[in-house]
């Protein structure tokens, strides 16, 4: 049975980091590509971040770019996001998403797998 269980998220203040983690299982992780989108409240899917199926490249929405990094561990089937200089409108429900290919799509229909979601706060 396929899972990805993020964790990580929680309350930050406006210019601090949080680090989220997607556990993944029931799938070859290393031959899917990953990425992490966001849905703030009252506000549609975003696609934030991805890194393809080896690792070796990435890509980061506007909105993110030069704040957030991800990253993954093949060897422990996790895809982990840290986000610095947080900002209000960072505030979201955030998803850890994979496909089975090589190359992260910023197409959320792409996924073929979700995680359930880690509430991130940015607020003073």
């Known amino acids: 049975q396929v899972q990805l269980v993020e964790s990580g998220g929680g309350l930050a203040q406006p210019g601090g980091s949080l680090r989220l983690s997607c556990a993944a299982s029931?799938?070859?992780?290393?031959?899917?590509?990953m990425s992490w989108a966001r849905q703030a409240p009252g506000k549609g899917r975003e696609w934030v971040s991805g890194?393809?199926?080896?690792?070796?490249?990435?890509a980061y929405a506007d909105s993110v770019k030069g704040r957030f990094i991800i990253s993954r561990d093949n060897a422990k089937n996790t895809v982990y996001l840290q986000m610095n200089s947080l900002k209000p409108e960072d505030t979201a429900v955030y998803y850890c998403?994979?496909?089975?290919?090589?190359?992260?799509?910023?197409?959320?229909?792409?996924?073929?797998?979700w995680g359930q979601g880690t509430q991130v706060t940015v607020s003073s």
């Open positions: 890194i393809y199926s080896d690792g070796r490249d990435t």
């Open positions: 998403l994979a496909a089975n290919t090589v190359i992260a799509s910023t197409a959320l229909a792409e996924y073929d797998y």
């Open positions: 029931g799938f070859t992780f290393s031959s899917y590509a």
